[in-house]
């Protein structure tokens, strides 16, 4: 049996497997943001260990006396956030969060100081990095900056409580700008330019190694027996490629979660920083991916029917009865309600209804916030392509893999097949647990392969035409605004 930790920016989700690889249980625990200012985002690392307990409890229950088998735990987690830590091991502040935009100001001057950081980091200076944030709470909070012992990663902080120690993996750890990607290591040059050293670094391991073993307090707590290892695990979207079988130079996937991602895996360090693309190592040893990166994805669904006080379900039923010639005179819908990493690295972009009249329905405009979330998944794959790679075929995971109407969206509109797979959903918790048997010496081969195929969602090309008409005008819109913003 095998436990996968999956820390999300909504939930804590967490999924258990046995010896065949089949899912035995799985549950989850929601969490919340705090938005204390315009532009900020922070979490509790608290909630984030309780809401783990929580679920450990849930569990055991649910797997009754297999529960004490589990061998092994692998952890993925929300990319970039800062979670400072004094020399007591305690929580200085708040986590601040990958979609947090506050340190554009920072972003800037780590740009300016650091000449030496897209050649190193592979990535540009953006305000949901994990750098420019330091860069912040230097400028702003300088009593805590002065108290940081130790700078963690999101779920290396739910390792620290499971284990005591302070391991970080090499895809988590490119997210910061520390990181030398193609090395695989800590860049001492880009630390000292944020005031900090090695020793303010967690030890780093490879996602798919043993990064230590339970604590036997918490061992005990929990059920498990101390000797449970842990793997290194890693960020996100890496680890959701481990469990979508996303480990061959070419494999990619489309993640429609709170953010959006679009995910190719490459045989080495290609950085694109021009185009706001993410050059990061995998979880698996010398391999590196690339990524397109939308800060907004189904949290702008999501924020929809808040608004208009439905639920996702009756709104998606609405939508698919939308004749085609309402979907062609629907609004356009730009998704930057955290403002935008891929193409634009522009935080203070914003979201924008366009082409409203009496006659819109909430259906139509529940459509173009699909069709608008799609058009920047597009964007990504467009700035992918003219970096070079290519890619042929997607799988889709995430929350937005549960709608077949949106699966088909996204076929049409980036014109190659969408595939969905069966537990598409559970795809960083299932690729936690996968790095866990990994970390227990199982094969890759074996523990590795693409989960079975749901449907294959093939592109409608008459359909594709339509829609790269509405995808001018949605490209127009961006620069419409930022023109108005500007001036």
């Given at each position: 049996?095998?436990?996968?930790?999956?820390?999300?920016?909504?939930?804590?989700?967490?999924?258990?497997?046995?010896?065949?690889?089949?899912?035995?249980?799985?549950?989850?625990?929601?969490?919340?943001?705090?938005?204390?200012?315009?532009?900020?985002?922070?979490?509790?690392?608290?909630?984030?260990?309780?809401?783990?307990?929580?679920?450990?409890?849930?569990?055991?229950?649910?797997?009754?006396?297999?529960?004490?088998?589990?061998?092994?735990?692998?952890?993925?987690?929300?990319?970039?956030?800062?979670?400072?830590?004094?020399?007591?091991?305690?929580?200085?502040?708040?986590?601040?969060?990958?979609?947090?935009?506050?340190?554009?100001?920072?972003?800037?001057?780590?740009?300016?100081?650091?000449?030496?950081?897209?050649?190193?980091?592979?990535?540009?200076?953006?305000?949901?990095?994990?750098?420019?944030?330091?860069?912040?709470?230097?400028?702003?909070?300088?009593?805590?900056?002065?108290?940081?012992?130790?700078?963690?990663?999101?779920?290396?902080?739910?390792?620290?409580?499971?284990?005591?120690?302070?391991?970080?993996?090499?895809?988590?750890?490119?997210?910061?700008?520390?990181?030398?990607?193609?090395?695989?290591?800590?860049?001492?040059?880009?630390?000292?330019?944020?005031?900090?050293?090695?020793?303010?670094?967690?030890?780093?391991?490879?996602?798919?190694?043993?990064?230590?073993?339970?604590?036997?307090?918490?061992?005990?707590?929990?059920?498990?027996?101390?000797?449970?290892?842990?793997?290194?695990?890693?960020?996100?979207?890496?680890?959701?490629?481990?469990?979508?079988?996303?480990?061959?130079?070419?494999?990619?996937?489309?993640?429609?979660?709170?953010?959006?991602?679009?995910?190719?895996?490459?045989?080495?360090?290609?950085?694109?920083?021009?185009?706001?693309?993410?050059?990061?190592?995998?979880?698996?040893?010398?391999?590196?991916?690339?990524?397109?990166?939308?800060?907004?994805?189904?949290?702008?669904?999501?924020?929809?029917?808040?608004?208009?006080?439905?639920?996702?379900?009756?709104?998606?039923?609405?939508?698919?009865?939308?004749?085609?010639?309402?979907?062609?005179?629907?609004?356009?819908?730009?998704?930057?309600?955290?403002?935008?990493?891929?193409?634009?690295?522009?935080?203070?972009?914003?979201?924008?209804?366009?082409?409203?009249?009496?006659?819109?329905?909430?259906?139509?405009?529940?459509?173009?916030?699909?069709?608008?979330?799609?058009?920047?998944?597009?964007?990504?794959?467009?700035?992918?392509?003219?970096?070079?790679?290519?890619?042929?075929?997607?799988?889709?995971?995430?929350?937005?893999?549960?709608?077949?109407?949106?699966?088909?969206?996204?076929?049409?509109?980036?014109?190659?097949?969408?595939?969905?797979?069966?537990?598409?959903?559970?795809?960083?918790?299932?690729?936690?647990?996968?790095?866990?048997?990994?970390?227990?010496?199982?094969?890759?081969?074996?523990?590795?392969?693409?989960?079975?195929?749901?449907?294959?969602?093939?592109?409608?090309?008459?359909?594709?035409?339509?829609?790269?008409?509405?995808?001018?005008?949605?490209a127009a819109l961006y620069q419409n605004d930022i023109t108005y913003r500007t001036h």
């Amino acid at each position: 049996m095998y436990l996968g930790i999956d820390l999300g920016t909504s939930e804590v989700k967490a999924l258990v497997i046995d010896d065949n690889y089949h899912v035995v249980a799985t549950h989850s625990a929601p969490l919340s943001i705090q938005r204390p200012h315009p532009h900020w985002s922070e979490q509790s690392p608290q909630a984030w260990w309780e809401a783990t307990d929580y679920l450990m409890a849930t569990l055991k229950e649910k797997c009754g006396q297999h529960w004490s088998a589990i061998k092994a735990i692998g952890l993925s987690g929300q990319m970039h956030g800062a979670v400072l830590m004094d020399n007591q091991g305690e929580v200085i502040r708040p986590a601040i969060l990958w979609n947090d935009t506050r340190c554009a100001q920072e972003c800037a001057e780590l740009e300016e100081i650091a000449p030496e950081l897209h050649a190193i980091a592979g990535n540009l200076a953006m305000p949901g990095f994990t750098a420019p944030k330091l860069l912040w709470v230097r400028r702003h909070e300088s009593d805590n900056f002065n108290r940081i012992a130790t700078v963690l990663l999101p779920k290396d902080y739910l390792r620290f409580k499971m284990t005591g120690k302070k391991v970080s993996d090499m895809s988590d750890a490119a997210g910061t700008l520390w990181l030398d990607v193609a090395k695989r290591d800590w860049s001492d040059s880009l630390l000292e330019k944020c005031g900090l050293s090695r020793s303010n670094m967690p030890e780093l391991v490879e996602g798919c190694a043993v990064s230590a073993t339970l604590s036997p307090e918490v061992a005990e707590h929990w059920g498990l027996n101390a000797s449970v290892v842990v793997a290194g695990g890693g960020g996100d979207n890496a680890v959701s490629a481990i469990g979508v079988g996303a480990v061959s130079p070419g494999d990619a996937f489309i993640s429609l979660g709170t953010s959006g991602v679009l995910f190719v895996v490459t045989d080495a360090y290609r950085p694109a920083p021009q185009s706001a693309v993410h050059a990061f190592c995998h979880v698996l040893p010398n391999l590196w991916h690339q990524m397109s990166v939308m800060l907004s994805a189904a949290s702008c669904l999501q924020w929809f029917c808040r608004l208009t006080g439905t639920t996702e379900t009756a709104l998606l039923e609405e939508i698919e009865q939308l004749s085609d010639s309402e979907k062609a005179h629907a609004p356009l819908f730009l998704p930057y309600l955290s403002g935008e990493r891929t193409p634009h690295n522009d935080p203070n972009a914003r979201g924008l209804f366009w082409g409203l009249t009496h006659a819109s329905l909430r259906a139509q405009m529940g459509y173009a916030v699909l069709e608008g979330v799609s058009f920047g998944i597009a964007d990504g794959l467009r700035v992918l392509q003219e970096s070079g790679t290519d890619i042929t075929q997607c799988s889709l995971v995430g929350g937005g893999a549960r709608s077949p109407f949106w699966a088909q969206l996204l076929a049409d509109i980036l014109d190659m097949p969408v595939v969905t797979h069966k537990g598409g959903e559970t795809g960083g918790a299932l690729g936690a647990a996968r790095l866990a048997c990994l970390a227990a010496g199982k094969p890759m081969a074996e523990v590795c392969s693409k989960p079975e195929i749901y449907k294959t969602w093939q592109a409608n090309p008459e359909r594709h035409q339509t829609l790269m008409e509405r995808y001018k005008q949605f490209a127009a819109l961006y620069q419409n605004d930022i023109t108005y913003r500007t001036h």
